[in-house]
């Protein structure tokens, strides 16, 4: 199980903190000083795993931000590895060339992702196919503005899915300026059962 | 809309998040954050907010608190944004929630009415919203609130909200297990569900109920392993391929699983046998992802029960593990052998080299993942060679949680294996020195015994020899500074019980030397008073030997202060101390005979000695004693304890209606009297097949070698106990000992020594792996069974060593010489370097389907032109993306560039940095950007949208932070 899960800089600012057990706020702190601690020095040869109280932090780089994960002694190190990659993966779609500036301004946003990757300490979804629908759905709910809001405020009444989700998409190649927006429509309309 | 910056915030708060990101010290940053409290506290009370405003506000307070600081004024809005009507202010609502707020807050109460509601709603969206709630926010209390519909939510048409619902209900049986016992079987149901994604979230909870009661999920192994097979087989989707393995993670899970249900069991492991191998054979050892899943096959098969052709693959990819140049790979190499030795112990002579390499490694995780292997396969042959090793580790580290527990491994491998008593004695004397206030107090009682005892029923010269070292060596250590309290302790008990034994020191001297211990350690009470008791044995020895003792000035005085302590215990003996010097040599010896701490001293607990008195006070007319548990009018408190608990755990809040009252009240008593009598019986009926089970298959699993691993505590209590207590076993173990002394020592000895030498030679010069090396493997592993073998064995690999050791010297002289980078970058993946753009982990990827590529790649036709443009941008750093950005006006239609000097067009500048973007695209005249940006890959249009988008915010690669912009994926 995932202990928590930890975004920081090279000097130690928390870019992204979500705990999966109950733990004081000031117990917060001296978990993200010690994280940042143990991770910030170590060389790049190292394992991307430490030794942390009683469980295991697994760490990776990406430019200068440390993706830590803290996770039970017994869990497979290396599929966690993967799945901190899988999580940046993610992350790059949904912002194209993610970078820490995207993190740093959107943090609401990759909370809102991170939600639908990790519940409740566990896995929830690999599946990234699955995943880009709920960026879709993510993304609608982050950028609605009232202009959009107003033009398909009729489309949306209803339950229908599919409607809503072709008015996400369009939401979302106009915000885009993603040319190949209607055949995209059209490609999710034909192969997704939604 | 003026108010819109690019991120779809306010002005306002993107200044916030620049300012504190370009704050030059803490201090500062704790003052902006301060002044946004205060701001934040303002405006959110204010009346009649607009509701995007007000959303906003929560945002802000998520950072705020983000940053270490107190929000708890505006938890209550967040709490009254989840009531909310839309979607994405409810959606906001609950994520504040989650992150504010722990299952335990009091205001949790105000939303679970929200939730209820929620999770009725039509729109599947608001269901995920709330059920995501529910996973963090729902206590024990709650639970019962939201229950029904979660498990009706299993079947809700949504294959999201079937997977969030399973979490969900995990959650619960995490929580409380008793409130979902009845719903268990929904995991079984929904383990058949449509969907994959459900599938695999189910996955985790049927693990834990899995470990937890094994028998009766027997029947699902054929349901895992058609799953498995499936999986393997590459039946599920595209999508859930990760760097082209077949879904990894639900196949780790599912590997969990198999490798509880087959632990043990003989029936249930061959089941598995055929698609274990398959997968094993599968696994795609380039990459991370393969070595994940090949990691797991190996731990399941070292579970289940042995197939010799498993176990031969399973060291194959052990071996390549530990021959890889990835630590991460190596690390997870050493794990698999310690579990993997546990049914097969021969397999880690091939690689003891591999072992040693790790176990020199700089790296510290790798380090003690070593010492645990080595923990594992210690034997009374090798212990010698491993408890040094671990001793030097534990010295050279300060991390006190894994000084303890190396210390404890140290002295439980010095009990169980110890070749003589002398080494055991310095051990531990070593392990007391350095981490003598870690270990546990017994330890140092069970080395008093020890020393007291001796060999049990050897002859006693043998003993006497010993003591004496033993004094010798504490005599040695005793001046040395800062030794820990439970070490000092040891050494008094021993100065005083064996110091003047053999003769060798005078007792002024011992007395002396005690009296420097306790002024020196004048505040510890605990290792005074042994000092103390030390000074009267001594003196006691002394005058029972009928010699005239002569008390020290300083011994004097220490007494003196002592009888005037406020410790009562130090006063006592102090008193008791001075009492005895003032008797007679006979009634001394009585009190303190000569070497009798071994002898027991009878108590008689019946006090049989006061009968005759009891008959006469009884005689006289007293009243006689009833025992307490028979006095009448005190109740049975323990019994109104377990109802008080008993009350307690009904008392919860109830979200349903009261039941109608019942007529016949002595009914409720008698469960509690029923719980409080299973207390009493602590013999619970499912343990006992299971016990049976494990039984029946230990003794087919393990050999020799194996049970050599357990801990042998029994083997140890009878080399400790009397003589007479275990006669026939304790024989057969000093036997083995004595010719174990016989033998080998001199030879592991000179090995030892030798080899130490030499990795410090190795270390100075860092360049060969000398045959000496070989020595230290050899003593690691080498089975005292077969040494002939291991001799042949071990020749044999110093010429491959060699051969290793000059290829890496030719690596290390040659920095990255060409042909083993080559050799690394294709046999594994490089571990993740991110500084450096164009490494090839995206166009790895590349290959595999990827879904926004799919679709682009009907679409785009331009494909190969943006590959290469993407590569070029790749190579573009920071500084020349905004070189390119400045150009870029004079090819796009731009009419309005402002000035982003002046602060009063700022606003301005921003919407015409975003309409340009836009007028640019869609204008299509623009032919460096057209082909670009639909390729996936590295975006140059995104990125430098973004750039000139957050330098317009004012935000540039200062030195703070100068990877800010950087590409995550390179």
Same mark, same amino acid.
């Given at each position: 199980?995932?202990?928590?899960?930890?975004?920081?800089?090279?000097?130690?600012?928390?870019?992204?903190?979500?705990?999966?057990?109950?733990?004081?706020?000031?117990?917060?702190?001296?978990?993200?000083?010690?994280?940042?601690?143990?991770?910030?020095?170590?060389?790049?040869?190292?394992?991307?795993?430490?030794?942390?109280?009683?469980?295991?932090?697994?760490?990776?780089?990406?430019?200068?931000?440390?993706?830590?994960?803290?996770?039970?002694?017994?869990?497979?190190?290396?599929?966690?590895?993967?799945?901190?990659?899988?999580?940046?993966?993610?992350?790059?779609?949904?912002?194209?060339?993610?970078?820490?500036?995207?993190?740093?301004?959107?943090?609401?946003?990759?909370?809102?992702?991170?939600?639908?990757?990790?519940?409740?300490?566990?896995?929830?979804?690999?599946?990234?196919?699955?995943?880009?629908?709920?960026?879709?759905?993510?993304?609608?709910?982050?950028?609605?503005?009232?202009?959009?809001?107003?033009?398909?405020?009729?489309?949306?009444?209803?339950?229908?899915?599919?409607?809503?989700?072709?008015?996400?998409?369009?939401?979302?190649?106009?915000?885009?300026?993603?040319?190949?927006?209607?055949?995209?429509?059209?490609?999710?309309?034909?192969?997704?059962?939604? | 809309?003026?108010?819109?910056?690019?991120?779809?915030?306010?002005?306002?708060?993107?200044?916030?998040?620049?300012?504190?990101?370009? &704050?030059?010290?803490?201090?500062?940053?704790?003052?902006?954050?301060?002044?946004?409290?205060?701001?934040?506290?303002?405006?959110?009370?204010?009346?009649?907010?607009?509701?995007?405003?007000?959303?906003?506000?929560?945002?802000?307070?998520?950072?705020?608190?983000?940053?270490?600081?107190? +929000?708890?004024?505006?938890?209550?809005?967040?709490?009254?944004?989840?009531?909310?009507?839309?979607?994405?202010?409810?959606?906001?609502?609950?994520?504040?929630?989650?992150?504010?707020?722990?299952?335990?807050?009091?205001?949790?109460?105000?939303?679970? !009415?929200?939730?209820?509601?929620?999770?009725?709603?039509?729109?599947?969206?608001?269901?995920?919203?709330?059920? !995501?709630?529910?996973?963090?926010?729902? !206590?024990?209390?709650?639970?019962?609130?939201?229950?029904?519909?979660?498990?009706?939510?299993?079947?809700?048409?949504?294959?999201?909200?079937?997977?969030?619902? /399973?979490?969900?209900?995990?959650?619960?049986?995490?929580?409380?297990?008793?409130? /979902?016992?009845?719903?268990?079987?929904?995991?079984?149901?929904?383990?058949?569900?449509?969907?994959?994604?459900?599938?695999?979230?189910?996955?985790?909870?049927?693990?834990?109920?899995?470990?937890?009661?094994?028998?009766?999920?027997?029947?699902?192994?054929?349901?895992?392993?058609?799953?498995?097979?499936?999986?393997?087989?590459?039946?599920?989707?595209?999508?859930?391929?990760?760097?082209?393995?077949?879904?990894?993670?639900?196949?780790?899970?599912?590997?969990?699983?198999?490798?509880?249900?087959?632990?043990?069991?003989?029936?249930?492991?061959?089941?598995?046998?055929?698609?274990?191998?398959?997968?094993?054979?599968?696994?795609?050892?380039?990459?991370?992802?393969?070595?994940?899943?090949?990691?797991?096959?190996?731990?399941? /098969?070292?579970?289940?029960?042995?197939?010799?052709?498993?176990?031969?693959?399973?060291?194959?990819?052990?071996?390549?593990?530990?021959?890889?140049?990835?630590?991460?790979?190596?690390?997870?190499?050493?794990?698999?052998?310690?579990?993997? #030795?546990?049914?097969?112990?021969? #397999?880690?002579?091939?690689?003891?080299?591999?072992?040693?390499?790790?176990?020199?490694?700089?790296?510290?995780?790798?380090?003690?993942?070593?010492?645990?292997?080595?923990?594992?396969?210690?034997?009374?042959?090798?212990?010698?060679?491993?408890?040094?090793?671990?001793?030097?580790?534990?010295?050279?580290?300060?991390?006190?949680?894994?000084?303890?527990?190396?210390?404890?491994?140290?002295?439980?491998?010095?009990?169980?294996?110890?070749?003589?008593?002398?080494?055991?004695?310095?051990?531990?004397?070593?392990?007391?020195?350095?981490?003598?206030?870690?270990?546990?107090?017994?330890?140092?009682?069970?080395?008093?015994?020890?020393?007291?005892?001796?060999?049990?029923?050897?002859?006693?010269?043998?003993?006497?020899?010993?003591?004496?070292?033993?004094?010798?060596?504490?005599?040695?250590?005793?001046?040395?500074?800062?030794?820990?309290?439970?070490?000092?302790?040891?050494?008094?008990?021993?100065?005083?019980?064996?110091?003047?034994?053999?003769?060798?020191?005078?007792?002024?001297?011992?007395?002396?030397?005690?009296?420097?211990?306790?002024?020196?350690?004048?505040?510890?009470?605990?290792?005074?008073?042994?000092?103390?008791?030390?000074?009267?044995?001594?003196?006691?020895?002394?005058?029972?030997?009928?010699?005239?003792?002569?008390?020290?000035?300083?011994?004097?005085?220490?007494?003196?202060?002592?009888?005037?302590?406020?410790?009562?215990?130090?006063?006592?003996?102090?008193?008791?101390?001075? +009492?005895?010097?003032?008797?007679?040599?006979?009634?001394?010896?009585?009190?303190?005979?000569?070497?009798?701490?071994?002898?027991? #001293?009878?108590?008689?607990?019946?006090?049989?000695?006061?009968?005759?008195?009891?008959?006469? &006070?009884?005689?006289?007319?007293?009243?006689?004693?009833?025992?307490?548990?028979?006095?009448?009018?005190?109740?049975?408190?323990?019994?109104?304890?377990?109802?008080?608990?008993?009350?307690?755990?009904?008392?919860?809040?109830?979200?349903?209606?009261?039941?109608?009252?019942?007529?016949?009240?002595?009914?409720?008593?008698?469960?509690?009297?029923?719980?409080?009598?299973?207390?009493?019986?602590?013999?619970?009926?499912?343990?006992?097949?299971?016990?049976?089970?494990?039984?029946?298959?230990?003794?087919?699993?393990?050999?020799?070698?194996?049970?050599?691993?357990?801990?042998?505590?029994?083997?140890?209590?009878?080399?400790?106990?009397?003589?007479?207590?275990?006669?026939?076993?304790?024989?057969?173990?000093?036997?083995?000992?004595?010719?174990?002394?016989?033998?080998?020592?001199?030879?592991?000895?000179?090995?030892?020594?030798?080899?130490?030498?030499?990795?410090?030679?190795?270390?100075?010069?860092?360049?060969?792996?000398?045959?000496?090396?070989?020595?230290?493997?050899?003593?690691?592993?080498?089975?005292?069974?077969?040494?002939?073998?291991?001799?042949?064995?071990?020749?044999?690999?110093?010429?491959?060593? !060699?051969?290793?050791?000059?290829?890496?010297?030719?690596?290390?002289?040659?920095?990255?010489?060409?042909?083993?980078?080559?050799?690394?970058?294709?046999?594994?993946?490089?571990?993740?370097?991110?500084?450096?753009?164009?490494?090839?982990?995206?166009?790895?990827?590349?290959?595999?389907?990827?879904?926004?590529?799919?679709?682009?790649?009907?679409?785009?036709?331009?494909?190969?032109?943006?590959?290469?443009?993407?590569?070029? &941008?790749?190579?573009?750093?920071?500084?020349?993306?905004?070189?390119?950005?400045?150009?870029?006006?004079?090819?796009?239609?731009?009419?309005?560039?402002?000035?982003?000097?002046?602060?009063?067009?700022?606003?301005?500048?921003?919407?015409?940095?975003?309409?340009?973007?836009?007028?640019?695209?869609?204008?299509?005249?623009?032919?460096?950007?057209?082909?670009?940006?639909?390729?996936?890959?590295?975006?140059?249009?995104?990125?430098?949208?973004?750039?000139?988008?957050?330098?317009?915010?004012?935000?540039?690669?200062?030195?703070?932070?100068?990877?800010?912009?950087?590409?995550?994926?390179?």
């Amino acid at each position: 199980m995932i202990r928590f899960i930890l975004l920081q800089n090279r000097q130690g600012k928390t870019r992204l903190a979500k705990y999966y057990i109950p733990l004081e706020e000031s117990e917060k702190h001296k978990v993200e000083y010690e994280v940042h601690r143990l991770v910030v020095n170590r060389d790049p040869k190292f394992t991307n795993f430490v030794e942390f109280r009683t469980h295991k932090v697994i760490y990776r780089r990406y430019a200068g931000l440390f993706f830590s994960l803290c996770v039970d002694i017994t869990d497979n190190e290396l599929a966690y590895l993967e799945c901190i990659h899988l999580f940046v993966e993610i992350l790059d779609h949904f912002f194209s060339n993610v970078c820490e500036l995207d993190l740093v301004f959107n943090f609401h946003k990759v909370y809102l992702i991170l939600d639908e990757f990790i519940l409740a300490g566990e896995l929830q979804e690999t599946s990234k196919k699955v995943w880009i629908v709920s960026e879709f759905l993510l993304f609608s709910a982050c950028v609605w503005n009232q202009k959009f809001q107003n033009s398909f405020s009729s489309l949306i009444a209803g339950n229908n899915m599919q409607i809503n989700l072709v008015t996400i998409v369009a939401h979302f190649c106009c915000f885009q300026n993603y040319n190949g927006g209607a055949n995209l429509i059209i490609c999710l309309l034909s192969n997704s059962r939604l | 809309m003026s108010s819109q910056g690019g991120f779809g915030q306010s002005k306002e708060f993107l200044d916030l998040v620049k300012s504190i990101g370009e &704050a030059r010290s803490k201090a500062e940053e704790d003052r902006i954050v301060l002044r946004e409290v205060e701001t934040l506290k303002r405006r959110i009370a204010e009346p009649e907010i607009p509701k995007r405003k007000l959303k906003e506000y929560i945002l802000r307070l998520v950072y705020v608190e983000m940053l270490g600081h107190d +929000a708890s004024f505006g938890y209550i809005h967040a709490v009254k944004m989840t009531h909310d009507e839309s979607l994405l202010l409810k959606r906001t609502g609950y994520l504040a929630v989650t992150l504010f707020l722990n299952e335990d807050h009091d205001l949790i109460i105000l939303i679970v !009415n929200t939730i209820q509601k929620d999770l009725k709603s039509d729109n599947y969206l608001v269901v995920c919203a709330a059920l !995501n709630a529910v996973c963090k926010l729902i !206590n024990e209390e709650t639970i019962p609130a939201v229950l029904p519909q979660v498990v009706e939510l299993l079947g809700h048409p949504k294959e999201a909200v079937r997977k969030k619902a /399973v979490m969900a209900l995990h959650r619960f049986y995490q929580r409380s297990s008793s409130s /979902v016992t009845h719903l268990i079987s929904n995991f079984r149901k929904k383990l058949c569900d449509n969907d994959p994604g459900v599938m695999g979230a189910t996955l985790c909870p049927l693990f834990d109920l899995i470990t937890i009661d094994v028998n009766s999920y027997k029947d699902l192994v054929v349901s895992f392993v058609n799953i498995l097979k499936q999986v393997a087989e590459r039946r599920l989707p595209k999508s859930y391929d990760y760097h082209q393995m077949p879904a990894p993670f639900i196949q780790i899970k599912l590997l969990k699983i198999l490798s509880v249900l087959g632990n043990g069991d003989k029936q249930a492991s061959e089941q598995m046998y055929t698609v274990l191998g398959d997968s094993m054979r599968k696994c795609d050892s380039t990459s991370n992802i393969g070595n994940a899943v090949l990691y797991e096959c190996i731990c399941c /098969v070292s579970s289940l029960h042995p197939n010799p052709k498993l176990i031969e693959s399973a060291a194959d990819a052990i071996s390549k593990f530990l021959k890889s140049d990835s630590h991460n790979l190596k690390y997870m190499g050493i794990d698999a052998l310690g579990r993997l #030795i546990k049914i097969s112990p021969e #397999i880690a002579e091939k690689h003891q080299l591999a072992v040693i390499d790790c176990l020199e490694d700089p790296d510290d995780t790798l380090k003690r993942k070593t010492f645990e292997l080595l923990y594992k396969m210690t034997k009374s042959s090798n212990v010698e060679v491993i408890v040094d090793r671990m001793i030097d580790y534990m010295i050279s580290i300060n991390d006190n949680h894994y000084k303890t527990e190396i210390a404890s491994r140290c002295v439980e491998l010095g009990e169980q294996f110890a070749p003589s008593n002398q080494w055991f004695i310095q051990t531990m004397n070593k392990v007391f020195e350095h981490a003598g206030d870690l270990v546990n107090i017994k330890v140092a009682h069970n080395l008093m015994r020890l020393i007291a005892e001796g060999f049990g029923e050897d002859d006693d010269t043998a003993d006497s020899q010993l003591r004496s070292s033993a004094v010798e060596s504490y005599l040695r250590i005793i001046g040395e500074p800062k030794l820990p309290s439970a070490f000092l302790q040891v050494i008094c008990w021993v100065l005083g019980e064996y110091g003047t034994a053999d003769g060798r020191y005078s007792p002024s001297y011992i007395t002396g030397k005690l009296c420097d211990v306790a002024e020196a350690h004048s505040s510890d009470d605990m290792v005074k008073a042994y000092a103390v008791t030390a000074l009267m044995k001594i003196y006691s020895f002394e005058i029972a030997a009928g010699r005239k003792v002569e008390m020290l000035p300083e011994c004097q005085s220490l007494i003196e202060e002592v009888s005037a302590s406020h410790s009562t215990d130090l006063q006592q003996r102090a008193y008791e101390l001075q +009492a005895v010097i003032g008797l007679n040599a006979h009634a001394v010896g009585n009190i303190m005979p000569l070497d009798a701490s071994c002898e027991d #001293i009878e108590i008689d607990k019946s006090l049989s000695f006061l009968d005759n008195y009891v008959q006469q &006070a009884l005689e006289k007319g007293a009243q006689p004693y009833i025992p307490e548990s028979e006095r009448s009018g005190v109740l049975n408190i323990s019994n109104f304890r377990s109802q008080d608990q008993h009350e307690a755990s009904i008392h919860a809040l109830r979200f349903e209606a009261y039941e109608l009252p019942k007529p016949s009240l002595p009914s409720r008593t008698t469960p509690v009297t029923l719980a409080s009598s299973t207390e009493l019986v602590p013999v619970p009926e499912p343990s006992y097949p299971r016990e049976v089970h494990q039984a029946a298959s230990v003794p087919s699993l393990t050999d020799t070698g194996s049970s050599d691993l357990k801990l042998r505590l029994d083997g140890v209590q009878k080399k400790w106990g009397r003589s007479t207590y275990s006669s026939a076993p304790s024989t057969s173990n000093s036997d083995s000992h004595r010719t174990g002394n016989g033998a080998t020592p001199d030879v592991v000895a000179s090995v030892n020594s030798k080899a130490r030498e030499v990795s410090y030679a190795s270390r100075r010069s860092q360049v060969e792996i000398s045959p000496e090396k070989q020595k230290l493997a050899a003593s690691l592993f080498g089975g005292t069974t077969k040494p002939e073998k291991k001799q042949s064995s071990s020749g044999h690999k110093v010429s491959k060593t !060699n051969s290793h050791a000059t290829d890496k010297s030719h690596g290390a002289k040659g920095a990255i010489s060409s042909e083993t980078h080559a050799v690394s970058t294709t046999t594994l993946q490089p571990p993740p370097d991110l500084l450096d753009l164009g490494e090839p982990i995206i166009t790895s990827n590349a290959p595999s389907v990827d879904p926004f590529k799919q679709l682009e790649g009907l679409l785009d036709l331009t494909q190969d032109t943006s590959v290469v443009n993407s590569g070029a &941008a790749g190579a573009t750093k920071a500084p020349d993306i905004m070189s390119l950005y400045a150009e870029m006006p004079t090819s796009g239609q731009s009419d309005s560039v402002a000035n982003p000097l002046s602060s009063d067009i700022y606003d301005a500048t921003l919407i015409s940095g975003l309409s340009n973007a836009t007028n640019r695209t869609s204008h299509g005249g623009n032919t460096i950007m057209q082909p670009t940006q639909l390729s996936k890959g590295p975006n140059p249009k995104g990125s430098l949208e973004k750039d000139a988008l957050v330098r317009q915010l004012g935000v540039n690669p200062s030195s703070q932070n100068p990877n800010l912009f950087k590409d995550l994926l390179g």
